[in-house]
């Protein structure tokens, strides 16, 4: 496993000022908890209160615009999201592909907007179920990801990529450990080609699809599953960490 667990709670489109007591619980626990890196992405009404509040845990964005700035009504910089405390940004999920008609291009260059505004990258990929039932899980997700990737020098650095099988995304349903390790294993080496094999091996990969406390345990102690990208799960202190527990307690 590439340095500690990392767990990511994306809180989508929920959380008023009322959350920043979740928030506060969850820095609070991360405090307690250091064998687990632990962030958060609220909307982007609350990056910057959530930033304000915390002192463990990492603040970032669940999305950003390609330009810099610009006639772009209702959207959000890299740099702005950066300047409002940001330290990451999640691209390329699939409600935004799906609900927002995103290419793999438009994901590519707001990463590399991203980069250049400083911020690290979770870049998301995943296949639907009538994709996985066709037998072509592995090919989608390896031809969506790399036309994902930014082609910044040095990107390697700064970049996690989160496997989140749209099927499992909200339903309850989680992939099997089976399906994971193979999907994750073939996401490894697909990085390893491309970034190198010492640059390769270090990049974190999440599971992220109904990731709850109860199989928390099972799905971090798989190979190459380096942390969680969580859902629903992180807009609860108690049960975000007790999946980043779990994560602590795989890695000893």
């Known amino acids: ?22 928030a506060r619980a969850i820095d609070r626990a991360a405090q307690r908890h250091m064998k687990v890196e632990v962030a958060v992405a609220p909307p982007f009404t ?10 463990q845990i990492a603040v ?9 700035a610009g006639a772009h009504t209702g959207d959000v910089s890299a740099s702005m999201v950066a300047d409002a405390g940001a330290k990451f ?13 995103e290419q793999d291009a438009d994901v590519r260059a707001k990463a590399e907007a991203a980069l250049e505004a400083g ?10 179920a009538e994709t996985r039932d066709k037998g072509k899980a ?29 099927w499992a995304i909200g339903t309850g349903n989680t992939a099997s450990p089976d399906d994971v390790l193979a999907m994750h294993a073939t996401i490894r080496s697909m990085l390893c080609e ?7 091996p270090a990049i974190r990969i999440l599971y992220g699809g109904s990731v709850k406390p109860e199989n928390a345990r099972e799905l971090m102690a798989l190979e190459n599953v ?27």
């Open 46 to 55: 609350l990056i910057h209160a959530v930033h304000r509040e915390v002192e």
């Open 138 to 166: 592995e090919a989608f997700v390896m031809k969506q990801l790399r036309a994902s990737l930014p082609e910044l020098e040095n990107a390697a650095e700064q970049l996690t990529v989160a496997y989140e099988p749209i």
């Open 226 to 252: 380096d942390g969680a990208l969580v859902g629903g799960a992180s807009l609860s202190a108690d049960s975000f960490m007790g999946i980043a527990l779990a994560a602590a307690e795989t890695s000893d």
């Open 89 to 101: 940004v999640i691209l390329g999920h699939s409600e935004r592909r799906e609900n927002h008609a």
């Open 194 to 200: 491309i970034y190198g094999e010492e640059a390769g």
């Open 119 to 128: 911020l690290n990258l979770i870049i998301c990929c995943g296949e639907s």
């Open 60 to 68: 970032g964005a669940q999305d950003c615009h390609k330009a810099d």
């Open 1 to 22: 496993m590439a340095e500690r667990p990392y767990i990511v709670g994306n809180w989508k489109m929920h959380g008023t000022r009322a959350m920043l007591s979740e």
